[in-house]
């Protein structure tokens, strides 16, 4: 007896009862592999790995759970912002990935070059509803080219503007339903209905609206099927989860597939009968022929980029406008001259103003080149787009092998670089976090750089002409009509984007005063 009262350890004892007992036996061999493999992992991960020499948290060194955890929070992109602030311009985040912030990279990781980062499929391969391919998810280079190259036509500058007849009357209900609101109104829901009649009016060649109060159903699936799109990338077993927040996408998917077929087999209908209006963007994809096999789209493939242009094009053009009007409403010297600038622009408050009405206040005037005098309306959707963009998030690439912001990144490895904290560096943008168009005016080639919320190269925004146009469009109109006053309720906190691919204001609502303009 030992002075604990215990007999000594004799080990040919132990072995030899565990040889009487095999279960015993073996569960206690599997303990002690699991440990050794655990211990042998971490000390892989952390001392030994290709990229043990990049700075992180601990946690990321050995376990995806330090990205997926924020991700699910919906605090990815503040968190990831904090890493870069914290451990400098390359962090290991996770145990394959590395979150880059500074601008030497953005070009080595989205730009186009001879050896690009693709997209990471573990991340975009469940942005498709019924497995096909559309310009967002397509990973292989040829095979995204071929689509874009379809789409792109339709979505050149031109081609927007023609649409201007479709989308006006649809605006101008917008902002009959605001106005015709008790006020002070929360102008959330009817931007965000009059968005998605938009879009869909030139995705589906039919109009949801959803300002009327029809396919609203139809909308919140396209809505639910995007909440776990990146979720169901990462984690096909997702679906299996019983929270109501999956399972409504798992519901939704059918049905949404149901609604776009039906919406697609009714535009080749009318098509053969020669009932297609004109300035229809899904009638110019349709005429799209592929150079080089002949091809136009499938109409499973119509059908999926239909539905990410939905789901692309209607919240980021809401968040954005609704951020525009709240900035410029908490800055009224930005304000005065911003409201001047358009009533000088377009006089007539009673007439919804064309693009080319507005569109020199979004151009630089080469020929004065007195910085004060420029455009305003421009600096202000730029600094809009810099501070409260939608997506500067997590836009995962993948590594060929290459040398990525003057470091070697071994092929395989996930990469990023985040919007939001080049955004937000304050030697390209001094005093980052306050709102200043001004800073506009002299545009450097590091802002130029830094400064990417369509993000940039070959898979940068398609439809950023179409999201100017009806931004620049519904701020000139609104300020044109009417006297707009942000109610008291709206507080900085409600203002704070929630994040869920897609960054807008997480309290939905932003309520105004909204009366029509007051001078003749
Ligand atoms: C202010 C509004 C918008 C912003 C800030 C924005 C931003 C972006 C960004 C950052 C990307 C890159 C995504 C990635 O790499 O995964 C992207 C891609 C895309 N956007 Fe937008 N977007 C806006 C509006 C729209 C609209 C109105 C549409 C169409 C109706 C649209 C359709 C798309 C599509 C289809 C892609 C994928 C392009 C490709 O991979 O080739 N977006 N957008």
Redesign the pocket.
């Known amino acids: 007896m030992n002075q604990a009262g215990r007999p000594p350890f004799d080990l040919e004892v132990n072995l030899r009862s565990l040889t009487n007992h095999p279960a015993q036996a073996i569960f206690l061999l599997a303990i002690i592999s699991l440990v050794v493999y655990a211990v042998g992992y971490v000390v892989y991960q952390v001392w030994l790995h290709p990229l043990a020499n990049f700075p992180g948290p601990f946690l990321g060194k050995f376990t995806e759970w330090n990205t997926i955890l924020p991700s699910v929070r919906g605090e990815s992109t503040r968190t990831r912002h904090a890493w870069s602030l914290e451990y400098g311009d390359v962090v290991r985040i996770g145990p394959n990935e590395l979150l880059f912030g500074g601008i030497e990279s953005v070009k080595d990781i989205y730009g186009q070059t001879s050896n690009p980062c693709l997209k990471d499929p573990d991340f975009y391969r469940g942005f498709t509803v019924t497995g096909a391919n559309n310009?967002?998810n397509a990973m292989e280079r040829v095979e995204?080219a071929r689509i874009?190259r379809l789409l792109s036509h339709a979505f050149a500058m031109a081609e927007i503007k023609k649409t201007q007849p479709r989308l006006i009357p649809i605006m101008e209900r917008g902002l009959d339903v605001i106005e015709s609101s008790p006020q002070p109104v929360n102008v959330y829901d009817p931007l965000n209905h009059m968005f998605l009649d938009v879009?869909s009016e030139l995705s589906f060649d039919k109009c949801f609206n959803n300002l009327q109060g029809e396919c609203i159903r139809e909308a919140k699936y396209a809505d639910d099927v995007q909440n776990i799109s990146a979720l169901r990338g990462m984690f096909p077993f997702v679906e299996w989860l019983p929270t109501t927040y999956v399972q409504d996408a798992v519901k939704a998917r059918p049905r949404l597939i149901q609604f776009a077929r039906s919406r697609i087999e009714d535009f080749r209908a009318r098509l053969e009968k020669g009932k297609v209006k004109e300035g229809s963007l899904l009638k110019r994809v349709v005429e799209s022929k592929d150079e080089r096999t002949g091809e136009p789209l499938t109409d499973l493939e119509l059908m999926e980029n239909a539905i990410?242009?939905i789901q692309?094009?209607s919240e980021?053009?809401l968040s954005?406008l609704l951020y525009l009007l709240y900035e410029v409403d908490t800055h009224p010297d930005i304000k005065a001259r911003l409201v001047k600038e358009i009533r000088e622009a377009v006089p007539n408050k009673h007439a919804f103003p064309l693009f080319e009405t507005v569109e020199q206040l979004t151009q630089k005037n080469l020929t004065q080149p007195v910085p004060s005098s420029q455009p305003f309306l421009n600096n202000v959707l730029e600094e809009t787009?810099r501070l409260h963009?939608?997506?500067p998030v997590n836009?995962p690439r993948i590594s060929p092998g290459k040398m990525i912001g003057g470091h070697y990144v071994p092929a395989g490895t996930r990469v990023c670089n985040l919007a939001y904290t080049t955004h937000r560096n304050p030697e390209i943008f001094p005093d980052p976090d306050s709102f200043v168009p001004d800073r506009w005016d002299n545009v450097t080639t590091e802002m130029k750089l830094a400064y990417r919320?369509?993000?940039t190269g070959p898979?940068?925004?398609?439809?950023?002409h179409?999201?100017r146009l009806q931004?620049i469009l519904m701020v000139s109109a609104l300020y044109a009509r009417y006297d707009l006053q942000l109610d008291k309720s709206v507080t900085p906190e409600m203002m704070i984007a929630a994040d869920r691919g897609v960054m807008s204001p997480n309290a939905k609502t932003v309520t105004f005063h909204v009366k029509p303009r007051a001078d003749s």
């Open positions: 310009v967002l995204h874009r879009v990410i242009f692309a094009g980021t053009s954005t787009l963009g939608p997506i836009l919320p369509f993000s898979r940068n925004c398609i439809g950023l179409l999201a931004i």
